[in-house]
């Protein structure tokens, strides 16, 4: 199941964030993390092209590791403070302090999962109470202009910010699990800012495999969510959901997709935008989901201030 690990060194409440302008995050303290375990970003990232709802599935096993520790977490300490209001001269003895010290010393790394998916629309909770069985059916049966030998696509509802999203071949989905609390002064507007500066990074600083030279894509951010290549094309689409300060979903970026499956349609509810893609925008660079990848992950890693990424790469994972 494992492939090879590549360890890098140096470099109930929710909330859904999507459809304001990120420069909105007025931070002046660069971030970095304030506990041992946000040091280190693990990196997993699928070779094969999965699924949707089994990247969707890996992502929540994952979500709910972090949730449960803190969860556990929280009731001990209530449960100590309340020991203490009720016995003020009483003392834990050795053996049961060193038991509770070890399981608040057990936090959670922050974690990357990066994809290829299967051809699959997905919509976001604004659309969840309107979009209709006719729309979903011209998404399932749309037939795209260039790769027509890929499977049909899927619609999927997930719990993420904005409307219908596509994910499918060609393109790096990323999803960023971590606890904004583990870092200095990071809310989940600047959570989400950082993604789009990190994807801006990447497109810059990748390097095709027939070119000593970086990709130097010029990429911006806009009053818009997303990376946006001009005002009107975008490169890169963001949807986070955070729970109990826990982040999960995060960004796509269109590496060489069939961008038919986008521009048919009315994406994240922009009616005067069209997709573009790496493969568009440097028709000679020789670039792969895989490299984006690598390097999101490394320049969202310097930009929250993590000095280690951890790389694991996998076809698929049994939970």
């Given amino acids: ?122 919509g976001g909770k604004r659309i969840k109470k309107t979009i209709t069985r006719e729309q979903i059916s011209r998404y399932e049966n749309f037939i795209p202009l260039i790769q027509k030998e890929n499977m049909k696509p899927k619609f999927v509802q997930v719990e993420r910010g904005g409307q219908v999203t596509f994910h499918g071949p060609g393109q790096l989905v990323a999803y960023i699990i971590l606890d904004l609390k583990t870092f200095k002064d990071f809310p989940a507007k600047c959570f989400v800012s950082s993604i789009e ?60 997709p069939d961008l038919s499956y986008m521009n048919q349609f009315e994406m994240c509810g922009l009616s005067n935008s069209l997709a573009t893609s790496i493969q568009e925008q440097k028709p000679e660079a020789d670039v792969t989901v895989n490299d984006v990848a690598n390097s999101f992950v490394d320049e969202l890693a310097k930009i929250v201030g993590i000095g280690t990424v951890e790389r694991t790469i996998i076809k698929d994972m049994e939970f």
């Fill in 1 to 122: 199941m494992w492939n090879s690990v590549l360890r890098i060194t140096s470099i109930q409440h929710a909330t859904i964030l999507r459809g304001y302008c990120t420069k909105t995050c007025y931070s002046q303290v660069k971030t970095y993390p304030v506990d041992d375990s946000a040091k280190v970003l693990r990196h997993l990232h699928f070779t094969e092209q999965l699924p949707f709802e089994r990247g969707l599935q890996m992502q929540e096993k994952f979500v709910k590791a972090q949730l449960d520790v803190k969860e556990l977490h929280s009731k001990i300490k209530k449960r100590l403070k309340k020991l203490q209001e009720e016995h003020p001269n009483g003392t834990l003895d050795e053996k049961e302090q060193e038991v509770i010290d070890r399981i608040l010393d057990v936090r959670l790394n922050p974690m990357v999962l990066t994809f290829e998916f299967q051809p699959t629309y997905t």
């Fill in 197 to 256: 500066s990190a994807t801006i990074n990447a497109l810059a600083n990748t390097k095709p495999h027939n070119c000593q030279d970086s990709l130097r894509l010029q990429a911006k951010k806009t009053a818009e969510t997303g990376v946006w290549i001009t005002d009107s094309e975008k490169i890169a689409s963001l949807g986070v959901h955070v729970r109990r300060s826990v982040t999960s979903h995060g960004v796509a970026i269109n590496v060489c």
